[in-house]
Every structure is written in C-alpha cells, then in structure tokens.
C-alpha cells in the first residue's frame, strides 16, 4: 500500500533542533490529517486541511507547526520540542472531511 | 466532552472463538461510524464504516458491525475469528465539523 507516504520513518531530535515531518498521498484527495499515536491513548487530531487550507486546529502547541502547499502534500514542522512529544506520527487523507481516511505509515519520533 | 470508549483494551481468543469489540461514543448529533484495524507492521486501514441506512454493517474479512443509536454503541463483530484476526482495533466517531474522534484501541490476539 503506497497511497500515503511518510518520511522519514524514524526521527531522533534534540530539544533545539528543527525538523520536518513530510506526507503524501497520491489518492487524489482532497483533506489531510496530523494526528499523534502515543502508547495506550487514543490517536489525537493536530490539525485537518481540505482544499489546503486549515479547518481544524486542535489545541496544538505552537512548536508543532503544518504546512500544506498543495493537495497532495503535508508537512509537520517541529521546533523545540519537548520529550512528551515523543509518539507515532500519523498523515491521513480522505476524498473528503467525512470520509474514510487513508493512514501512512507513521514517523516514529523521539525527542531526547 | 465528546469521547470514544472502547471496553477492552486487550482480548485474547482461541481461533474459532466468537468475537465482539465494544465501541461507545458520547454525542448527540448525526455521526458517521468507523472501525479501522491495524495489522502488525502494517498501517491502519478500514475495516467498515456506517454512514446512514441499515444500522447492520458487513465490513472485511467477515467483520460486521451493528449501529445501536439508542445505546450510542457501534460494536464489531466476527462469528469465528482466525488467527490472522491478530491486529488492534480503533473505533472512530466522526462528528460534526471536521473531526474524527478515535478510541484507545482494542489490541487482539488469537491462538492458533
């Protein structure tokens, strides 16, 4: 399955580092999704774009900050994080914001 | 708040064993229902959705999933499992505007 794609797949970073999460999907959809999967809670919406623009920002601290230049692409720029961060990064997309999402891989990333 | 319970966090069944995952939902209005499964070392994809019409969803691999509004439950259902059922089940609510609640997650195993 390469509907969604997400690099990198693991990612190790320093509490004043910059990195970048990328996502893409070639399904031809519409809306994409950050969510975070930390170990024995529920995924966590971050943020929804459709038609690349932002829908839904779901609390999220500022050091976690998305960029979506075109439907087909979704970036999670991350700055001084914190080691509660550390989790599975997920990208999802849908046709639509009702619709079943298609899930990549993850990046699995931890903040020393 | 809006929530997504699921009962079990972890099940364990003998293959040929009767299976039902319970999925509760706290929300008034008009939802549209999910179950997602994520296989080991693959990413989450869909097993069934419930949007509106026969509250009786037949999904993949012999899942079904009934809709009880009166309950707010959407529980997931499998007559005889095998050992290839083996994954986590995720239990997603999508609800007005443009998010989708997910539960905790139902880790399965079944003994071959």
């Known amino acids: 399955e390469t509907g969604v794609t997400q690099t990198p797949r693991h990612l190790v970073m320093g509490m004043t580092n910059k990195k970048s999460l990328k996502c893409e999907q070639h399904?031809?959809?519409?809306?994409m999704y950050w969510y975070k999967q930390s170990a024995k809670k529920p995924l966590e919406l971050m943020f929804v774009?459709?038609?690349?623009?932002?829908?839904e920002n779901n609390s999220v601290p500022s050091r976690f900050s998305p960029e979506c230049p075109n439907s087909s692409h979704l970036f999670l720029h991350l700055h001084t994080l914190q080691p509660e961060d550390s989790a599975l990064y997920l990208c999802?997309?849908?046709?639509?914001?009702?619709?079943?999402?298609?899930f990549g891989p993850g990046t699995r990333l931890t903040v020393l | 708040a809006q929530s997504v319970s699921q009962h079990n966090h972890h099940v364990i069944l003998s293959e040929a064993a009767s299976l039902e995952l319970g999925c509760n939902y706290s929300?008034?209005?008009?939802?549209?229902l999910f179950w997602y499964v994520q296989y080991p070392g693959q990413h989450l994809q869909l097993l069934l959705k419930?949007?509106?019409?026969?509250?009786l969803v037949k999904g993949i691999k012999g899942f079904e999933a009934e809709f009880i509004k009166s309950k707010f439950s959407f529980n997931l259902r499998k007559p005889s499992v095998q050992w290839s059922d083996t994954a986590e089940y995720f239990c997603?609510?999508?609800?007005?505007?443009?998010?989708?609640?997910f539960g905790a997650g139902t880790r399965l195993f079944v003994k071959a």
């Open positions: 999802a997309s849908s046709q639509d914001t009702t619709d079943t999402q298609y």
């Open positions: 399904l031809g959809h519409n809306a």
């Open positions: 774009y459709s038609l690349e623009e932002r829908v």
């Open positions: 929300y008034g209005g008009t939802v549209n």
């Open positions: 419930y949007f509106s019409g026969d509250p």
């Open positions: 997603a609510v999508k609800t007005g505007g443009f998010k989708t609640l």
